[in-house]
């Protein structure tokens, strides 16, 4: 049996009128067999580009991060007796805190205006509606402490006193971190979860 090698001299030694219609085929041993993936269409470019977060989205989801960190200040209180030196890092909000205390129920005011305006709203992406729903949901969570404490009255002094005051600077070290969280990865267009409160804000939306 001829090898292909000598086959293809052999058509090179003997050849024969070639007419239009016949093309020349290469043993298979010397066919490409290489493919090739199809380019990139550029409808899925230019989609992939129109898919960022529009600027407006952003800044509604980090405004709602705000809510939940100026509820969580009344936490810090101890943190701040503590080491003076750390509320210098809070200045900057100090004016935007006395706006919003100067009004009457700000906080029950700014709570049903981002669920009934944003998270109700079906005409805002889910990004915005998410993101709001999610710093809500850490609002809400907010509130427990506060009620824990007015029930059991750990009083002045004691192991009561002291587990207070160690819960207190937990929840505002952690609402702190959420909201820097939250805050610059609204603002970047990207999604933030957050720890035990993103998957309840998920089934709400």
């Not at 020349?24 to 490409?32: A, K, T």
């Amino acid at each position: 049996m001829a090898s292909p090698l000598s086959l293809c001299l052999s058509l090179h030694s003997t050849p024969k009128p070639l007419t239009s219609k016949f093309t020349p085929r290469l043993p298979s041993l010397f066919r490409s067999t290489a493919t090739f993936p199809n380019p990139i269409p550029k409808t899925a470019i230019t989609a992939a580009k129109n898919s960022t977060t529009p600027a407006t989205d952003r800044i509604i989801s980090a405004a709602a991060y705000t809510l939940p960190f100026f509820n969580s200040l009344q936490y810090g209180r101890y943190l701040f007796m503590q080491f003076p030196n750390l509320g210098l890092l809070f200045d900057p909000v100090l004016p935007l805190l006395s706006l919003y205390r100067s009004v009457p129920f700000a906080s029950f005011v700014a709570f049903f205006a981002f669920y009934l305006g944003v998270v109700r709203n079906p005409s805002l992406s889910h990004y915005v509606r998410f993101n709001t729903m999610q710093a809500l949901a850490l609002d809400v969570l907010l509130v427990v402490p506060s009620l824990l404490t007015r029930i059991f009255n750990p009083g002045r002094a004691g192991i009561g006193f002291k587990l207070m005051i160690w819960g207190h600077n937990a929840i505002f070290i952690f609402t702190c971190f959420c909201f820097v969280y939250g805050f610059v990865s609204s603002l970047l267009g990207k999604t933030p979860y957050l720890p035990f409160i993103a998957d309840a804000a998920g089934r709400q939306v």
